[in-house]
């Protein structure tokens, strides 16, 4: 079993900044990408930022310039610094990663539990 434990999410203030983490344990053989994304109310998930095993990222026009994803291959963990918040980036976060849990060859998709982040105006 593989599971996904996000950390980071909270209140803050428009303009601050938090840090999300998100890291992968049980059997992990290799971990392909990773992504963040993001479900505010009565709205759908969207794709946050993602970041492949070379470390090639992609952000949403709605966060480039003002988050960055990043990796901890040795940890397993992925991370979003988020700067500059707005009201706007209210939303639950989820990370994701593509788990090789044994060398097979095939790869599953897994997701954390979500935290909750949640920016005052």
């Known amino acids: 079993q593989v599971q996904l434990v996000e950390y980071g999410g909270g209140l803050v203030q428009t303009g601050g900044s938090l840090r999300l983490s998100c890291a992968a344990s049980g059997s992990i053989f290799s971990i392909d990408g990773m992504a963040w994304y993001r479900q505010a109310l009565g709205k759908q998930r969207e794709l946050v930022a993602d970041i492949s095993s070379g470390g090639t990222t992609t952000y949403a026009d709605s966060v480039k310039g003002r988050f960055t994803i990043s990796r901890d291959n040795a940890k397993n963990t992925v991370y979003l610094q988020m700067n500059s918040l707005k009201p706007e980036d209210t939303a639950a976060y989820y990370c994701?990663?593509?788990?090789?849990?044994?060398?097979?060859?095939?790869?599953?998709?897994?997701w954390g539990q979500g935290t909750q982040v949640t920016v005052s105006s």
């Open positions: 994701w990663m593509s788990i090789e849990a044994v060398p097979t060859g095939i790869f599953r998709g897994v």
